[in-house]
């Protein structure tokens, strides 16, 4: 009962944001778009690199979920851009080869690193806490 109360608190949390995912798998990316969107979030999907780079030049989304390897780009320099932007920015890099260094990289430019596979409820509840409270007024 504890984690699926944890569970329903880290949908509330992430209720309402928007969220831009980057991969180039595109099965994976349907699976990750639904499921956030199933938890309440605003979903903004890419496949490739260079269309997510224009997106959020000119947006910035309250979480990034990223793949590294994206064609022949790495998907941590979109990190690494929109947290110049936003460093409030919840950002998340996902790799399918675990990598030390790589992780470094990742933890030096503030995102999560996750090794896929890996489900959503999972990465929710990664996401969750990192993300800032929305300020909801009454009334």
């Known amino acids: 009962m504890t984690a699926k109360t944890g569970f329903g608190m880290a949908h509330e949390r992430l209720r309402g944001r928007h969220v831009v995912i980057v991969d180039d798998d595109e099965s994976l990316l ?11 979030c605003n979903v903004t999907a890419f496949g490739r690199f260079d269309e997510a780079k224009r997106y959020l030049a000119a947006t910035t989304p309250d979480i990034l ?3 590294v390897r994206l064609g022949g780009s790495n998907g941590l320099h979109l990190v690494v851009m929109s947290k110049l932007r936003h460093p409030e920015m919840t950002a998340v890099v996902m790799t399918g080869f675990d990598d030390i260094v790589l992780k470094k990289d990742a933890e030096a430019a503030g995102a999560l690193y996750v090794v896929k596979p ?22």
Do not use: N, Y
């Open 30 to 40: 349907k699976v990750l778009a639904t499921g956030l969107e199933h938890a309440g």
């Open 65 to 67: 979920l990223t793949d």
């Open 118 to 139: 890996i489900l959503v409820s999972e990465l929710i509840e990664l996401m969750a806490p990192r993300t800032p409270a929305i300020e909801r007024h009454d009334g």
